[in-house]
């Protein structure tokens, strides 16, 4: 057990070495930290200023410049878990297909008599045809509108299902169109929500979708999740319509083709609308906060060429007549067209303040999402909190470090400072593995290395009493420590694989908090183990062959 | 010179204790079903659902004084508690801090999200210089998915070593080990149903680091038991374990010491915020050194070992039936 080849004791060491190199840049955070972002900025194209030339010449290219990612407990921001309500989308897509059935079925009006939409449940849309003998070719003409579903499982499905109850046609969306249209909704708010949180400007954060219709957004220093939560909860969906009357009655009948919207600051105010938009938001190309010419807080606006033909059109013909700008099912304003508007920009006033106009513009620049979303979980953490964390943790580490490095001293001697430089290079080589795989460092993260700390000593304990036995057996020192770390092996094996057993279903199961323990946890076990059983038999080996002693005390 | 725990070669009887720490473990046991059942565990709001508000203010206030204020706009209930700082008393800084938990208000997110903007606006009109360290919030779907993801974890722990421990050892000895285990989990439980320090997630990973260092613990001792009944043949069960933790206990007391210290360390000095899991790791510690040298191996007693290790062994006689005769 003694006997290391050359290429042996080189592996151990190296790795050792690399474990050291991989670890520096974290002693050097804030300076590793702006040179990194000093380096992304110029790759991107972005010409140095002077202060950023300074920030890339503190650290040197050659260096590993990985580094831990702090957690939102260590470093403060919010964190969101929001779901997206999937099926909201549903209604809207069979909505949309109202029009083609109808149609579809005008056109063999001989057959099928009169056709006429019956209110259904939000899953399905329902057809009542005049003349039951003419389901058969109804159904055969309505089939012919369904398209075949791209999807890895939902070969050979096709969009929608269509059925009958005597004279009424059913038609619902199918298993695999749904699946997909959730996918398609999923991507997409995932895709408006990163616009969102980008525009706004801040720095690093995580958007990741979570299961089946949940995304998780943290994004580190920002002041709260209720911040957050204005600038993604939103809908944001924008548009325009032609206003019929306004009223205080808000269970006025609307009328077919029509609407009632609440006005978004009058209370009792509401607005029968036309349902069909003449513009919505999706044609806009640009908005940015503005002032009217009464210096109030607005939002200037610019359409895309067809939007803006459209909009030219409508105003152009309905000159002197109010149309109303509602913004997620409320008008947020309804003004008097005043004169034909061209070139397809306008002003959007409103009772803003300047924060709301600033975030009305980001939500509209960023689009609408395609589904509302509901908030399931927000957690803050405030900077002043985030560094007190960090301080505390890094005292109790080091103390702790400290008082273990001098109990193990005071029972082991010599041997004790063996295990002592094991157990300072697996804390090492924990903090390189974490910059590596860019794991990211919680509290609990923290505390699983202290745990560690206190725990990586129990291999070399159980080592090192092993070799106090056999010396008490009258065993030679060679002798004694070769059989030391033989017996010792089998217990330091079983011991360590249950820990990491429970490290492994933490991390499979837990979350936030509880997995940046779990990882933490089983790096140190595998480090813990390398180090007492490679390292430290290396250096008692070296040591033994170097000064042969002819009793040695443990 | 040395510091030494525990001195040479000790030749304790540990079973001679038995009626005592059998006893003692009962009480224990009976003690956390008392408590489980009457106190109940406080959830935090990762499990319960609700808002947890935790701030920082310059002066002292008094936690009365933030009821009377939020009463009047919240319609749940609210609790404030005061965070005891033991840090404050090495450093000499004392720091205010005050943690308000509100009930879960409906299922609606928007009405939790203004909820906090009002009690966020009320508290910072009503005290001057406040701070606001921590704002967590968690709907009740949520919460309900977290408790099962919890009980879970820690059932699939006990059981993936139950089966690792049968694996490398022999079925007795899983029944001894997981006994200890789950002696240690119940009565960590008991510990916070008495001491109703908030029961959250962080725990739960507390709970379950238990598990694998109490494991840790009872395994040493195994192994040298399953070592120790090859070499010594003839010696009885009994004494063989007895003899076993006698070789260990050196090393049990050593480790458990070092963990501690790491332990109490972070608990004085780690902050406000990992106090309740760093509690429970010490207790689970305590308990888990306590239980593999009292549980695990009575357990092991009672159920019998079958010797026959090595078949070419059997026909010498070595089984356990044989010892006594």
Same mark, same amino acid.
């Given at each position: 057990m003694l006997q290391f080849s050359i290429w042996k004791k080189g592996l151990i060491w190296s790795l050792c070495l690399l474990g050291i190199v991989f670890s520096t840049p974290n002693l050097f955070y804030s300076k590793v930290e702006k040179a990194n972002d000093a380096r992304a900025l110029v790759a991107t194209g972005v010409? #140095?200023?002077?202060?950023?030339?300074?920030?890339? *010449?503190?650290?040197p290219?050659?260096?590993?410049?990985?580094?831990?990612?702090?957690?939102?407990?260590?470093?403060?921001?919010?964190?969101?878990?929001?779901?997206?309500?999937?099926?909201?989308?549903? &209604?809207?897509?069979?909505?949309?297909?109202?029009?083609?059935?109808?149609?579809a079925l005008r056109e063999i009006k001989d057959d099928v008599g009169s056709v006429r939409r019956q209110n259904s449940g939000p899953n399905e849309l329902r057809v009542k045809i005049g003349e039951p003998e003419g389901m058969p070719k109804a159904l055969e003409v309505i089939r012919d509108l369904t398209r075949p579903v791209v999807t890895l499982t939902g070969a050979g499905s096709h969009d929608f299902e269509v059925s009958n109850e005597g004279?009424? /046609?059913?038609?619902? /969306?199918?298993? *695999?169109?749904?699946? *997909?249209?959730?996918?398609?909704?999923?991507?997409?708010? /995932?895709e408006i929500i990163r616009r969102r949180v980008d525009e706004a400007g801040t720095r690093e954060p995580t958007i990741q979708r979570q299961g089946a219709d949940r995304v998780l957004v943290q994004v580190p220093g920002i002041g709260s999740a209720e911040?957050?939560?204005? /600038?993604?909860?939103?809908? &944001?969906?924008?548009?325009?319509?032609?206003?019929v009357q306004q009223t205080s009655n808000a269970d006025i009948r609307a009328g077919t083709g029509n609407v009632v919207y609440p006005d978004a600051d009058q209370e009792g105010v509401y607005y029968v609308l036309e349902?069909?938009?003449?513009?919505?938001?999706?044609?806009?190309?640009? #908005?940015?906060?503005?002032?009217?010419?009464?210096?109030?807080? &607005?939002v200037n606006f610019r359409f895309n060429p067809a939007g803006g033909r459209k909009f030219g059109v409508y105003t152009a013909e309905n000159i002197g007549s109010p149309f109303a700008i509602v913004l997620d099912e409320q008008v947020i304003? *309804?003004?008097?067209?005043?004169?034909?508007?061209?070139?397809?920009?306008?002003?959007i006033t409103g009772n803003f303040s300047v924060d709301e106009s600033t975030r009305l513009a980001i939500l509209l620049r960023a689009g609408a999402l395609p589904a509302e979303i509901s908030v399931l979980e927000q957690r803050t953490v405030g900077p002043e909190l985030g560094q007190d964390s960090i301080d505390a943790g890094k005292t109790a580490t080091v103390i702790a470090f400290a008082l273990v490095l001098v109990f193990m001293v005071l029972t082991y001697g010599l041997f004790g400072i063996f295990a002592n430089i094991a157990l300072i290079l697996n804390v090492t080589m924990i903090f390189s593995l974490l910059s590596v795989i860019g794991a990211t460092l919680t509290l609990p993260g923290i505390a699983g290395i202290v745990l560690t700390i206190g725990m990586a000593v129990d291999a070399n304990v159980l080592i090192f009493e092993r070799i106090r036995e056999e010396l008490k057996g009258g065993k030679g020192p060679a002798r004694a420590i070769e059989l030391g770390y033989q017996k010792a092996l089998s217990a330091i094996i079983d011991a360590n694989v249950t820990t990491l057993i429970a490290a492994v279903i933490l991390f499979a199961i837990g979350s936030g908090p509880v997995r940046g323990f779990a990882v933490t946890l089983g790096l140190g076990i595998v480090t813990s183990v390398f180090t007492a059983i490679w390292v430290t038999r290396l250096i008692v080996a070296t040591w033994l062959f170097a000064r042969k002693p002819k009793t040695i005390e443990v | 010179m040395r510091l030494k725990l525990v001195p040479n070669d000790t030749k304790v009887d540990f079973f001679s204790f038995s009626k005592i720490s059998l006893g003692l473990s009962s009480v224990l046991i009976i003690g956390t079903l008392i408590a489980f059942f009457t106190m109940g565990l406080n959830f935090g709001i990762d499990f319960r659902g609700g808002t947890m508000i935790m701030v920082e203010t310059p002066e002292e206030v008094a936690v009365g004084e933030y009821r009377d204020l939020l009463s009047g706009v919240v319609d749940g209930d609210v609790t404030v508690t005061e965070l005891s700082d033991p840090a404050a008393a090495l450093t000499g800084e004392a720091n205010h801090v005050i943690m308000v938990r509100i009930e879960q208000v409906g299922d609606d997110a928007a009405v939790q999200n203004d909820l906090i903007k009002i009690v966020k606006d009320t508290l910072s009109e009503g005290f001057e210089g406040i701070v606001f360290l921590q704002t967590d919030s968690v709907g009740a779907k949520v919460s309900g998915e977290l408790i099962q993801a919890g009980v879970l974890a820690i059932v699939l722990a006990v059981g993936a070593v139950l089966f690792y421990i049968w694996l490398r050892f022999e079925w007795q000895f899983s029944v001894g080990a997981v006994v200890a285990l789950v002696h240690d989990v119940f009565i960590t439980i008991g510990i916070f149903c008495v001491t109703q320090i908030e029961f959250n997630l962080t725990i739960i990973a507390a709970i379950l680091t238990i598990v694998g260092y109490s494991l840790n613990d009872t395994v040493v001792v195994f192994d040298r038991v399953r070592e120790n009944l090859r070499r010594y043949k003839t010696m009885g069960l009994k004494d063989v374990l007895n003899l076993s933790i006698n070789e260990t206990l050196s090393r049990t007391i050593m480790t458990s010491v070092t963990t501690l210290i790491a332990l109490l360390t972070l608990y004085f000095l780690g902050g406000d915020v990992i106090r309740g899991f760093t509690f429970a790791m010490i207790w689970g510690i305590?308990?888990?050194?306590?239980?593999?040298?009292?549980?695990?191996?009575?357990?092991?007693?009672?159920l019998g070992v079958k010797r026959d290790w090595d078949k070419t062994d059997n026909a010498a006689g070595t089984q356990f039936a044989d010892v006594d005769a």
């Amino acid at each position: 057990m003694l006997q290391f080849s050359i290429w042996k004791k080189g592996l151990i060491w190296s790795l050792c070495l690399l474990g050291i190199v991989f670890s520096t840049p974290n002693l050097f955070y804030s300076k590793v930290e702006k040179a990194n972002d000093a380096r992304a900025l110029v790759a991107t194209g972005v010409v #140095a200023t002077p202060e950023m030339e300074v920030d890339i *010449a503190a650290w040197p290219e050659f260096m590993p410049s990985m580094l831990v990612n702090l957690g939102l407990d260590l470093r403060g921001g919010a964190h969101l878990l929001v779901e997206v309500a999937v099926e909201d989308v549903y &209604a809207d897509r069979l909505d949309s297909m109202w029009p083609e059935v109808r149609d579809a079925l005008r056109e063999i009006k001989d057959d099928v008599g009169s056709v006429r939409r019956q209110n259904s449940g939000p899953n399905e849309l329902r057809v009542k045809i005049g003349e039951p003998e003419g389901m058969p070719k109804a159904l055969e003409v309505i089939r012919d509108l369904t398209r075949p579903v791209v999807t890895l499982t939902g070969a050979g499905s096709h969009d929608f299902e269509v059925s009958n109850e005597g004279d009424i /046609l059913i038609f619902q /969306l199918s298993e *695999a169109e749904m699946i *997909a249209m959730d996918d398609r909704t999923m991507q997409q708010s /995932l895709e408006i929500i990163r616009r969102r949180v980008d525009e706004a400007g801040t720095r690093e954060p995580t958007i990741q979708r979570q299961g089946a219709d949940r995304v998780l957004v943290q994004v580190p220093g920002i002041g709260s999740a209720e911040e957050l939560l204005d /600038l993604i909860g939103q809908t &944001a969906k924008l548009s325009f319509l032609s206003v019929v009357q306004q009223t205080s009655n808000a269970d006025i009948r609307a009328g077919t083709g029509n609407v009632v919207y609440p006005d978004a600051d009058q209370e009792g105010v509401y607005y029968v609308l036309e349902r069909v938009a003449v513009v919505t938001g999706d044609q806009l190309v640009d #908005a940015q906060p503005t002032f009217d010419q009464n210096g109030r807080p &607005a939002v200037n606006f610019r359409f895309n060429p067809a939007g803006g033909r459209k909009f030219g059109v409508y105003t152009a013909e309905n000159i002197g007549s109010p149309f109303a700008i509602v913004l997620d099912e409320q008008v947020i304003s *309804a003004p008097t067209i005043q004169s034909h508007i061209p070139g397809g920009s306008g002003i959007i006033t409103g009772n803003f303040s300047v924060d709301e106009s600033t975030r009305l513009a980001i939500l509209l620049r960023a689009g609408a999402l395609p589904a509302e979303i509901s908030v399931l979980e927000q957690r803050t953490v405030g900077p002043e909190l985030g560094q007190d964390s960090i301080d505390a943790g890094k005292t109790a580490t080091v103390i702790a470090f400290a008082l273990v490095l001098v109990f193990m001293v005071l029972t082991y001697g010599l041997f004790g400072i063996f295990a002592n430089i094991a157990l300072i290079l697996n804390v090492t080589m924990i903090f390189s593995l974490l910059s590596v795989i860019g794991a990211t460092l919680t509290l609990p993260g923290i505390a699983g290395i202290v745990l560690t700390i206190g725990m990586a000593v129990d291999a070399n304990v159980l080592i090192f009493e092993r070799i106090r036995e056999e010396l008490k057996g009258g065993k030679g020192p060679a002798r004694a420590i070769e059989l030391g770390y033989q017996k010792a092996l089998s217990a330091i094996i079983d011991a360590n694989v249950t820990t990491l057993i429970a490290a492994v279903i933490l991390f499979a199961i837990g979350s936030g908090p509880v997995r940046g323990f779990a990882v933490t946890l089983g790096l140190g076990i595998v480090t813990s183990v390398f180090t007492a059983i490679w390292v430290t038999r290396l250096i008692v080996a070296t040591w033994l062959f170097a000064r042969k002693p002819k009793t040695i005390e443990v | 010179m040395r510091l030494k725990l525990v001195p040479n070669d000790t030749k304790v009887d540990f079973f001679s204790f038995s009626k005592i720490s059998l006893g003692l473990s009962s009480v224990l046991i009976i003690g956390t079903l008392i408590a489980f059942f009457t106190m109940g565990l406080n959830f935090g709001i990762d499990f319960r659902g609700g808002t947890m508000i935790m701030v920082e203010t310059p002066e002292e206030v008094a936690v009365g004084e933030y009821r009377d204020l939020l009463s009047g706009v919240v319609d749940g209930d609210v609790t404030v508690t005061e965070l005891s700082d033991p840090a404050a008393a090495l450093t000499g800084e004392a720091n205010h801090v005050i943690m308000v938990r509100i009930e879960q208000v409906g299922d609606d997110a928007a009405v939790q999200n203004d909820l906090i903007k009002i009690v966020k606006d009320t508290l910072s009109e009503g005290f001057e210089g406040i701070v606001f360290l921590q704002t967590d919030s968690v709907g009740a779907k949520v919460s309900g998915e977290l408790i099962q993801a919890g009980v879970l974890a820690i059932v699939l722990a006990v059981g993936a070593v139950l089966f690792y421990i049968w694996l490398r050892f022999e079925w007795q000895f899983s029944v001894g080990a997981v006994v200890a285990l789950v002696h240690d989990v119940f009565i960590t439980i008991g510990i916070f149903c008495v001491t109703q320090i908030e029961f959250n997630l962080t725990i739960i990973a507390a709970i379950l680091t238990i598990v694998g260092y109490s494991l840790n613990d009872t395994v040493v001792v195994f192994d040298r038991v399953r070592e120790n009944l090859r070499r010594y043949k003839t010696m009885g069960l009994k004494d063989v374990l007895n003899l076993s933790i006698n070789e260990t206990l050196s090393r049990t007391i050593m480790t458990s010491v070092t963990t501690l210290i790491a332990l109490l360390t972070l608990y004085f000095l780690g902050g406000d915020v990992i106090r309740g899991f760093t509690f429970a790791m010490i207790w689970g510690i305590v308990i888990g050194t306590y239980s593999s040298i009292f549980v695990a191996s009575v357990i092991l007693l009672r159920l019998g070992v079958k010797r026959d290790w090595d078949k070419t062994d059997n026909a010498a006689g070595t089984q356990f039936a044989d010892v006594d005769a």
